[in-house]
């Protein structure tokens, strides 16, 4: 009895929420803004729809956001695009981290796959991201799904580099080494001792691979190479609204701010969960 009230209590919600207002409050905007994606239909008019008589009408309670040069509203437009940058962000971190943990494992469990295969990320790395995406997007039909496997691909390397550092400095622990000694086949070791110890640096990992994704695919969409006209996104709301920046803002203010939001929000929650997964900054505090 008494050792059981003298063991420590694992912290309830409201401590850890306190302790955590960074991971609170990005994911809580983030919780917003998928329940706008959701609901999209419901508080959006057709994002394509249009009528020439109001063109660049200025905010309103007719038009929230305003309109565009084709009489677009431009507030359903931004709604249904926060359905676009999610499913890219999502995506591409899904991707490049399960694909770039597998390889990241295996580079550095086993010496002779490590030599050849971190030859290839070194070289996809020195490729700038962008203008490999846009290449890709050029000989392929644009698409949605080629927007994604063209960001994911240069996002894979950094992946790995991470996944493979953290195998490397697990392996040379001596339960490792005790392990392999007493003949422990590789893929128990791997999946029961090296996993577990990626999934921390992995999760923080993947929250900035989908920030970077989003800023990616509005980068491409603003330069013509990203998602097809007729997708709304941000970036291609913002690349259509430029030339009337001076006359009418609006079309490029309101996808701008809801881009910005977006990032800052996972990022926060990245840090976020930096400060709790990581076992010296979660001690400090």
């Keep these: 009895m008494v050792a059981a009230a003298l063991a420590p209590q694992a912290p309830s919600w409201g401590v850890w929420m306190r302790r955590n207002p960074t991971v609170v409050g990005g994911g809580l905007i983030l919780a917003a803004l998928v329940g706008l994606a959701f609901i999209a239909p419901w508080i959006a008019a057709d994002p394509l729809g249009f009528d020439p008589l109001d ?9 929230w956001f305003g309109t565009d040069q084709f009489g677009r509203d431009v507030y359903s437009r931004v709604v249904y695009g926060t359905r676009v940058s999610l499913i890219v962000g999502v995506s591409v971190a899904a991707i490049s981290t399960a694909i770039g943990l597998v390889i990241g494992v295996l580079c550095g469990y086993y010496k002779r796959v490590d030599d050849s295969v971190m030859r290839v990320m070194d070289g996809l790395m020195a490729i700038p991201a962008i203008l490999l995406a846009i290449a890709l997007i050029t000989l392929m039909k644009a698409s949605l799904l080629i927007v994604i496997v063209a960001i994911s691909i240069p996002e894979i390397p950094r992946v790995v580099r991470l996944v493979r550092s953290v195998v490397l400095s697990v392996r040379a622990q001596p339960f490792i080494e005790a392990a392999i000694a007493s003949g422990t086949r590789g893929r128990v070791i791997m999946t029961r001792h090296i996993l577990p110890n ?3 640096p992995l999760v923080v990992q993947a929250t900035y691979v989908c920030a970077s994704a989003i800023l990616t695919e509005a980068g491409l969409s603003f330069l013509g190479a990203g998602t097809p006209p007729e997708i709304p996104s941000w970036g291609n709301v913002i690349s259509l609204g430029r030339t009337f920046f001076q006359i009418a803002p609006w079309i490029i203010f309101f996808p701008g701010l809801m881009l910005a939001v977006t990032v800052l929000a ?20």
Excluded: C, Q
């Design 55 to 63: 063109r660049l009408k200025r905010p309103s309670a007719a038009f």
């Design 266 to 285: 996972i990022n926060l929650v990245g840090d976020g969960l930096r400060d709790t997964l990581d076992p010296r900054i979660a001690r400090r505090m």
């Design 198 to 200: 990626t999934v921390a």
